[in-house]
């Protein structure tokens, strides 16, 4: 890309140099010490569960770079399901250490007594990620009742 500089206005003169050249690079996320931690994020965005089976496994990734220990906080949160109720709500850390990016797992209880009369959810988010990591999409997975 090619500019040309021109003089505006006021008693300023243009040097030597009349023309200047600009170079874009696209900057790789490692650039930044902030993302070295890679991606946390859920594999799924809405999963069915079945109270037969007491609770519901959630899968949760690190990707692209994993530099550095790092950790991210999960919690449960209200939709139409109510905790204590429809679920048992969770909350907690899943943790990394530097160079690791296997699949960590959490596992939320379905409460007994069968599933509700009418169809109900609840969310799970990942929050608060620390290390250099950062959460990417999904970060939040609504589980159906």
């Given amino acids: ?54 609770s519901v496994r959630l899968v949760v990734t690190r990707e692209g770079y994993t530099m550095g220990a790092v950790s991210v906080q999960f919690e449960t949160q209200d939709d139409s399901a109510v905790a204590g109720a429809d679920y048992a709500p969770v909350s907690g850390t899943l943790s990394w250490l530097d160079g690791d990016n296997s ?25 608060r990620p620390s290390g250099g990591a950062q959460l990417a999409k999904p970060s939040k997975v609504t589980v159906m009742l």
């Fill in 1 to 54: 890309m090619r500019f040309r500089l021109a003089l505006q206005s006021g008693p300023a003169r243009l040097g030597y140099y009349d023309s200047a050249r600009l170079l874009l690079r696209k900057a790789a996320a490692s650039a930044d010490r902030s993302q070295m931690g890679g991606d946390i994020s859920f594999t799924e965005d809405q999963v069915q569960a079945l109270a037969a089976r007491g």
């Fill in 103 to 127: 699949a960590r797992t959490l596992d939320v209880p379905i409460l007994a007594g069968g599933a509700p009369a009418l169809e109900s959810s609840f969310t799970v988010r990942l929050v």
